[in-house]
């Protein structure tokens, strides 16, 4: 298995507050890896210096062994941000339409991917409605399926599973896994929700910009001697100190 | 083609969005109207109280168009009273003028029709005593007009020059709330996960929102020119030139401003610092009766620019060579505003 994501000695500050500090990273090709966290602690940041939206002040980052930021990578990654940046007036599908007409696909691909990618977030009911009609967890979903739109070889997602209801939240995850088993994947998703963190194939901590711990879930209640993630974070943050 | 799955992007929303296409065709087309019946309205007569006037000089002052209303005697609580413009009273040998002057400009006029008036009086009293006729010849004087004719009016200057000034307010509020938008929603962020290029998600909001713009001109010259009968000498292409020129600097205004802006309400608060001052500048009053340097100042308004222009082809007359001076610094406006969003989005990412 070969280095998907690469972090270098990465820092960022907006302003006078210094968000990342010092980050050094490896993700391996084909694994599903969580970046957990309280809100605030640099995770949404991180994400996005990895996708290559915003420039780290110091450090470098490797995608796939390219440099970001480098416009080839943007094809390659699967971007789902935490706010949903969808276009209200616009229905589901034109959505996912515009999307798709991003990354020239040809048409017969445009329409296998925009069907395959909401069949998985099953709103194949309500492509024709407009967005500014949706509910949140309806919205999540279809940023979810823009994410996939293009069949990136890496796919990183913000906080994706806020607000979706807990069936389709695990239907969401088996399709995660078989994109890691089938596809060979490398999966990215930042959460706070630590049960969720127990299904990453590895975790790291991230706490007031730096990361605290990090290595498979059952590794890291056993370092710490937990029985939850939520004890591992807890000990790891104060062992921090 | 991305760019054209921008394009394409863009207008879908505008048509969705009734309200802008509403604000951006329907209501530079009313407020013109409101304009052209208010500029073009027939000023009532002034009401005119006399005491103690001879019937001679009522015949004069009447002829002066004004509507003239005897009093056995008056004051200052008649005029109140009675709801006049002035009052006009003779005692002991001497005239008094009391005037309402709720609106200067019009006591102004009254206050010079009477005493033209009593000055006529007096100059047919005197030639009555001396025998000979003074008619004034109505035709004394031959008028030549360089511009316009007898028939201009204030609208069909201020007319041409609003046109302008439409198209670059209502395009300036459009591609700046739309921006701002894109902006807040984070679908501008998510754009640039894509592989979008700066320049081409640029070249896609100039031509998406240049197209609404080029219809917006459309509609306002063509009004403006057969319904409204603003005067236009010179060739609608020119004009249609000009205000296209003058919506792609209010397209990369609105655009870049934007970025200063966190709200639509912050975004408004631009208008009377950005909007508003360009009023002054269009030549409303005459630019060289300002100070030095707030001459100056006109030199960083676009609208300036554009009303110059649009005064020379559409009441002048002139052709391109007249307005080329202007044409070119509509388009420094624009290349310099297109650099500074290309420079802006950079916060984002480069290339």
């Given at each position: 298995?070969?280095v998907?994501?690469?972090?270098?000695?990465?820092?960022?500050?907006?302003?006078?507050?210094?968000?990342?500090?010092?980050i050094?990273?490896?993700?391996?090709?084909?694994?599903?890896?969580?970046?957990i966290?309280?809100?605030?602690?640099?995770?949404?940041?991180?994400?996005?210096?990895?996708?290559g939206?915003?420039?780290?002040?110091t450090?470098?980052?490797?995608?796939?062994?390219?440099?970001?930021?480098?416009m080839?990578?943007?094809?390659?990654?699967?971007?789902?941000?935490q706010?949903?940046?969808?276009?209200?007036d616009?229905?589901?599908?034109?959505?996912?339409?515009?999307?798709a007409?991003?990354?020239?696909l040809?048409?017969?691909?445009?329409?296998?991917?925009?069907?395959?990618?909401?069949?998985?977030?099953?709103?194949n009911?309500?492509l024709?409605?407009?967005?500014s009609?949706?509910?949140?967890?309806?919205?999540?979903?279809?940023s979810?399926?823009?994410?996939?739109?293009?069949?990136?070889?890496?796919?990183?997602?913000?906080?994706?599973?806020?607000g979706?209801d807990p069936?389709?939240?695990?239907?969401?995850?088996?399709?995660l896994?078989?994109?890691?088993?089938?596809?060979?994947?490398?999966?990215?998703?930042?959460?706070?929700?630590m049960?969720e963190?127990?299904?990453?194939?590895?975790?790291?901590?991230?706490r007031?910009?730096?990361i605290?711990a990090?290595?498979?879930?059952?590794e890291?209640?056993e370092?710490?001697?937990?029985?939850?993630?939520?004890?591992?974070?807890?000990?790891a943050?104060?062992?921090?100190? | 083609?991305?760019?054209?799955a921008?394009?394409?992007?863009?207008?879908?929303?505008m048509?969705?969005?009734?309200?802008?296409?509403?604000?951006?065709?329907?209501?530079?087309?009313?407020?013109?109207?409101?304009?052209?019946f208010?500029?073009?309205g027939?000023?009532?007569?002034?009401r005119?109280?006399?005491?103690?006037?001879?019937?001679?000089?009522?015949?004069?002052?009447e002829?002066?168009?004004?509507?003239?209303?005897?009093?056995e005697?008056?004051?200052?609580?008649?005029?109140?009273?009675e709801?006049?413009?002035?009052?006009?009273?003779?005692?002991?040998?001497?005239?008094?003028?009391?005037?309402e002057?709720?609106d200067?400009?019009?006591?102004?006029?009254?206050?010079?029709?009477?005493?033209?008036?009593?000055?006529?009086?007096?100059?047919?009293?005197?030639a009555?005593?001396?025998?000979?006729?003074?008619?004034?010849d109505e035709?004394l004087?031959?008028?030549e007009?360089?511009?316009?004719?007898?028939?201009?009016?204030?609208?069909?200057?201020?007319?041409?020059?609003?046109?302008g000034?439409?198209?670059?307010?209502?395009?300036?509020?459009?591609?700046?709330?739309?921006?701002?938008?894109?902006?807040?929603s984070?679908?501008?962020?998510?754009?640039?996960?894509?592989?979008?290029?700066?320049?081409?998600l640029?070249?896609?909001?100039?031509?998406?929102?240049?197209?609404?713009?080029?219809?917006?001109?459309?509609?306002v010259v063509?009004?403006?020119?057969?319904?409204?009968?603003?005067?236009?000498?010179?060739?609608?292409?020119?004009?249609?030139?000009?205000?296209?020129?003058l919506?792609?600097?209010?397209?990369?205004?609105?655009?870049?401003?934007?970025?200063?802006?966190?709200?639509?309400?912050?975004m408004?608060?631009?208008?009377?610092?950005?909007?508003?001052?360009?009023?002054?500048f269009?030549?409303?009053?005459?630019?060289?009766?300002?100070?030095?340097?707030?001459?100056?100042?006109?030199?960083?308004?676009?609208?300036?620019?554009?009303?110059?222009?649009l005064?020379?082809v559409?009441?002048?007359?002139?052709?391109?060579?007249?307005?080329?001076?202007?044409?070119?610094?509509l388009?420094?406006?624009?290349?310099?505003?297109?650099?500074l969003?290309?420079?802006?989005l950079?916060?984002?990412r480069?290339?």
């Open positions: 298995m070969g998907s994501v690469r972090i270098d000695r990465v820092s960022k500050s907006f302003g006078k507050k210094q968000v990342l500090k010092d050094n990273l490896e993700i391996e090709e084909g694994m599903i890896y969580g970046f966290g309280p809100s605030g602690a640099g995770k949404t940041t991180l994400v996005k210096l990895i996708v939206i915003h420039a780290p002040d450090g470098t980052i490797t995608v796939l062994n390219k440099k970001v930021p480098d080839d990578l943007f094809r390659d990654i699967g971007y789902m941000a706010s949903d940046a969808l276009y209200h616009l229905t589901g599908l034109e959505n996912l339409k515009f999307f007409s991003l990354y020239n040809s048409k017969k691909e445009q329409k296998e991917r925009i069907e395959y990618a909401a069949g998985l977030v099953k709103l009911d309500d024709k409605r407009r967005v009609v949706y509910s949140g967890g309806m919205k999540r979903r279809l979810l399926a823009i994410a996939l739109i293009q069949d990136p070889k890496i796919l990183i997602l913000d906080e994706p599973t806020v979706i069936e389709l939240r695990v239907g969401v995850w088996n399709e896994k078989r994109l890691r088993d089938e596809e060979g994947k490398t999966i990215l998703i930042t959460t706070h929700v049960d963190a127990e299904k990453c194939d590895y975790i790291g901590m991230v007031d910009g730096t605290i990090r290595g498979t879930p059952a890291l209640k370092r710490y001697g937990a029985e939850s993630l939520d004890e591992v974070f807890l000990k943050g104060r062992s921090d100190k | 083609m991305r760019t054209a921008i394009i394409k992007r863009i207008c879908i929303e048509m969705r969005d009734k309200r802008s296409m509403a604000l951006l065709f329907i209501a530079p087309v009313f407020i013109l109207t409101l304009m052209y208010f500029f073009n027939e000023p009532t007569d002034p005119l109280g006399v005491v103690h006037i001879e019937d001679s000089l009522v015949q004069i002052l002829e002066q168009e004004m509507e003239v209303i005897p009093f005697k008056g004051d200052k609580d008649t005029v109140l009273a709801d006049l413009d002035a009052l006009l009273v003779y005692e002991n040998g001497a005239y008094k003028l009391i005037l002057n709720s200067p400009s019009l006591a102004n006029t009254i206050n010079l029709k009477v005493n033209q008036s009593i000055a006529a009086q007096i100059r047919a009293k005197l009555g005593q001396l025998g000979i006729n003074l008619e004034m035709n004087v031959v008028k007009y360089i511009y316009g004719d007898a028939d201009s009016g204030y609208f069909d200057i201020l007319g041409t020059i609003f046109v000034f439409f198209v670059f307010f209502f395009v300036f509020l459009l591609s700046g709330i739309s921006l701002l938008k894109e902006r807040t984070g679908t501008l962020e998510r754009l640039m996960a894509t592989p979008v290029r700066r320049w081409e640029l070249t896609a909001y100039l031509a998406g929102y240049g197209v609404f713009a080029v219809i917006q001109t459309l509609i063509t009004y403006s020119v057969t319904v409204l009968d603003v005067v236009l000498v010179g060739s609608i292409g020119h004009v249609i030139i000009i205000n296209l020129l919506a792609f600097v209010a397209l990369t205004i609105g655009m870049f401003l934007s970025t200063f802006a966190s709200s639509e309400f912050q408004v608060q631009f208008i009377p610092v950005v909007v508003i001052p360009q009023i002054l269009v030549g409303i009053i005459p630019l060289e009766w300002m100070a030095d340097w707030l001459q100056v100042f006109a030199k960083f308004m676009p609208v300036h620019y554009a009303a110059n222009a005064k020379e559409m009441y002048k007359g002139e052709g391109l060579h007249a307005i080329t001076g202007d044409l070119l610094a388009v420094v406006f624009i290349v310099v505003f297109i650099i969003n290309l420079l802006s950079r916060r984002y480069r290339g």
